[in-house]
């Protein structure tokens, strides 16, 4: 694969464009939007910054072309890589523009965040074509893909994209059923579940919330993932444990009022100036920067 396209540069378009094109292929990226047309560049110029800071490998061929059509932007392509809002209808209607502009051979994929993939390629005029390529925020920095084949995707198309995501340098994950959520997510909403759950019964507060997730369990699942940290515990010991834990954790099928109370009042977190926390436009500036300095030094210091 040489040409990629780029199909929406909100959050993750601009990082995911960025990744790419560091890695030699030629990008093309669009969005409706022209506002984040005009926007895209410093967003991939940031990304870039930080790419160097990681020390990725420099192969830039071009810049990143922001094309003012979806036609334009997917000529040529050998990958097409949709990132618009999560909402299946609209995420077939593109692919479905797009098969209409690209060759037979393109693969479509799908930066959903758990759409099941058989849902989305079952709208697609080439169903085998259509893959799960589930990137982490942000994209650029977080080298974790996930790569989901729904029903119908062809083996073939697995392996080309799991060699793109390993010549970008990030690294890909074979989701073995096509699950809702795919693993990332299952896990991450497993874990928000039972937070929001401790903080609305008044277990403990929000920050020191945080604080006992990031120092503790965060900070150690970063160097031995869950099973791993099973075996380093003693399997004894959480058959112990979880013999008369699990059945006192949330298993609670809606979301919380905590969080459906403040996005009713808009309070949808540092988009909107404060969600659980309030923040003023210099504190996003100076934690947005203050975060990705700390991930680029951990994603540093775990790779020795
Ligand atoms: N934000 C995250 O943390 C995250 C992480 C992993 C995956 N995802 C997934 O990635 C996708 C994008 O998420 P996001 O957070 O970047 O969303 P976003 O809302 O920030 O950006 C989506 C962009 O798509 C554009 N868009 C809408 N319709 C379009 C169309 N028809 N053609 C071209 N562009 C169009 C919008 O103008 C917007 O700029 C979603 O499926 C989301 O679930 C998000």
New binding site residues.
């Given amino acids: 694969m040489q040409n990629v396209a780029v ?7 601009p990082g995911i464009a960025a990744t790419l094109a560091r890695s030699g292929l030629r990008v093309s990226a ?4 022209a506002p ?1 047309r005009a926007k895209a560049p410093a967003g991939f110029a940031t990304a870039a910054t930080v790419l160097t800071a990681l020390g990725v490998p420099d192969r830039t061929s071009a810049g990143i072309a922001v094309a003012d059509s ?1 036609a334009a932007c997917v000529a040529g392509a050998d990958l097409v890589i949709e ?4 909402d299946l209808e ?1 995420k077939i ?2 692919f479905r523009e797009v098969e209409t502009h690209v060759g037979a051979a393109c693969v479509l994929a799908s ?3 758990g759409i099941p993939i058989t849902r989305i390629q079952a709208g697609t005029r080439l169903p085998e074509r259509v893959i799960g390529m ?4 942000p994209p650029h920095i977080i080298p974790m893909i996930e790569v989901i084949a729904g029903e119908k995707t062809a083996p073939g198309v697995v392996d080309a994209l799991v060699a793109v995501v390993r010549h970008s340098g990030h690294l890909p994950i074979i989701i073995r059923k096509d699950v809702a959520g795919f693993v990332e997510n299952r896990v991450l909403y497993a874990v928000m579940r039972e937070c929001l759950d401790l903080v609305e019964q008044g277990v403990i507060e929000p920050q020191d919330l945080d604080a006992c997730v990031s120092w503790g369990i965060g900070y150690k699942l970063a160097v031995v993932g869950p099973m791993a940290l099973l075996d380093m515990a003693g399997l004894d010991i959480y058959q112990a444990v979880g013999s008369y834990l699990n059945k006192e954790l949330s298993a609670r099928k809606d979301v919380a009022a905590y969080v459906t109370e403040r996005t009713a009042q808009g309070r949808l977190g540092i988009k909107s100036g404060g969600g659980i926390y309030s923040y003023t436009p210099e504190q996003v500036a100076e934690l947005q920067g203050a975060r990705a300095r700390k991930l680029v030094a951990v994603r540093k210091a775990l790779q020795t």
């Fill in positions: 199909i929406g540069l909100g959050t993750m378009g669009f969005d409706v939007d984040k979806l990132t618009i809002p999560e609209l209607r593109v930066d959903t965040s589930h990137w982490s925020n």
